[in-house]
């Protein structure tokens, strides 16, 4: 899917290449399993004796456990970075990234429990400051992208985001007095999601407007958030409805091989110990309908929401002073072979 993600997307018509190879997120996956599993199973382990032998309780074990697991979340992301940069490739000049995936960590540890103690209200900061770090540290050949500006120019595609939180929050602290103030969440959930939505999209729009490749390299950006909604709605409702066809294909199934499967005490009666009709007919038959589904929603999403939205970005995003680029030059190849393993294992969503 990469490949033909990276192969469609072409900048001046000439496509980008994926090079990376299916090997090497094998094994990169291998490793952070192994890791994985040791940290799960004896770690976690030992921090549930000590919890039981100190406080009669496991609560403290499962927090300190999870806690654990946030600095290798963020790890895991640029190093996933890392790798998709470095096999990346277009004009036959390779990305790169600089190493840094632990002081990336700390750093975005940092900036959620900001947001978290402000209540949300750093958002845009902390994602200028993270975005910022993984530029500064991005190359295209020998050239050094540069991301530019403050944090404050998120202020204003924040405005739907905050008049939202400040909304959801009046409204939480309302109903505890005043069960009308509760019903201001019908109002202001929707409106913090579309701002949340709003700040993502206008956010990437500044921050590319105040991107620099080199000394004359910048870029342009336009995607509209009422596009990337249309997208996510519309794809949403189609896979949904698939998802119901496919279903009730199943169902017509299953009652074509008993017609008196769902009536009552009947269903138990074919799926009980003692019934060897169509019992194993009707195992195989859920069973296939259960990895089906998640198949489907698999494939789904990538037909009505990924490829459309990148479709959008790709284009709506300009590149200026292009004329620059011939000025480039090879950067060596990143040996990095490990993949995007702790990625994966962590189910971050890196694949795209």
């Not at 490739?89 to 600089?98: A, N, T, V, Y």
């Not at 994602?127 to 530029?135: A, N």
């Not at 003692?274 to 789904?300: E, K, S």
Request: glycine share 10%.
């Amino acid at each position: 899917m990469r490949r033909f993600y990276w192969s469609a997307i072409r900048p001046g018509g000439f496509p980008l290449e994926y090079t990376g190879t299916g090997v090497e997120k094998l094994m990169g996956f291998l490793v952070a399993v192994v890791f994985l599993a040791f940290y799960i199973g004896v770690l976690n382990l030992i921090l549930m004796f000590i919890s039981f032998s100190l406080l009669n309780d496991n609560f403290a074990a499962y927090f300190t456990s999870f806690i654990g697991i946030i600095p290798i979340y963020f790890y895991a992301q640029y190093r996933a970075r890392r790798y998709v940069l470095a096999r990346t490739r277009w004009r036959g000049l390779r990305f790169g990234i600089d190493a840094g995936a632990w002081g990336y960590s700390w750093r975005a540890m940092l900036h959620w429990l900001a947001t978290i103690l402000t209540l949300g209200f750093l958002l845009p900061r902390q994602l200028f400051c993270l975005e910022k770090f993984r530029i500064d540290r991005t190359w295209y050949g020998r050239e050094r992208f540069t991301q530019e500006g403050n944090w404050r120019m998120f202020l204003k595609p924040a405005t739907h985001y905050y008049v939202g939180l400040v909304l959801t929050l009046l409204a939480g602290i309302g109903g505890y007095f005043n069960e009308l103030m509760f019903t201001l969440f019908i109002v202001s959930i929707p409106w913090l999601l579309i701002g949340w939505v709003h700040l993502q999209i206008n956010g990437f729009k500044v921050m590319a407007q105040h991107k620099r490749l080199g000394e004359f390299v910048t870029f342009r950006a336009n995607p509209s958030t009422w596009r990337m909604i249309q997208i996510y709605l519309v794809g949403s409702l189609l896979i949904y409805l698939l998802l119901i066809a496919v279903a009730s294909v199943a169902i017509v199934v299953l009652i074509m091989l008993d017609q008196n499967i769902f009536s009552d005490g009947n269903f138990e009666a074919t799926f009980g110990v003692g019934n060897d009709g169509n019992q194993p007919l009707m195992f195989a038959g859920i069973a296939f309908l259960y990895f089906t589904m998640f198949i489907f929603i698999g494939v789904l999403g990538q037909l009505f929401i990924t490829l459309p939205s990148m479709r959008h970005y790709a284009e709506t995003l300009f590149i200026r002073d292009s004329h620059h680029l011939g000025q480039i030059r090879q950067r060596p190849r990143d040996e990095f072979a490990e993949a995007e393993g702790f990625a994966d294992a962590l189910d971050i969503g890196a694949a795209i």
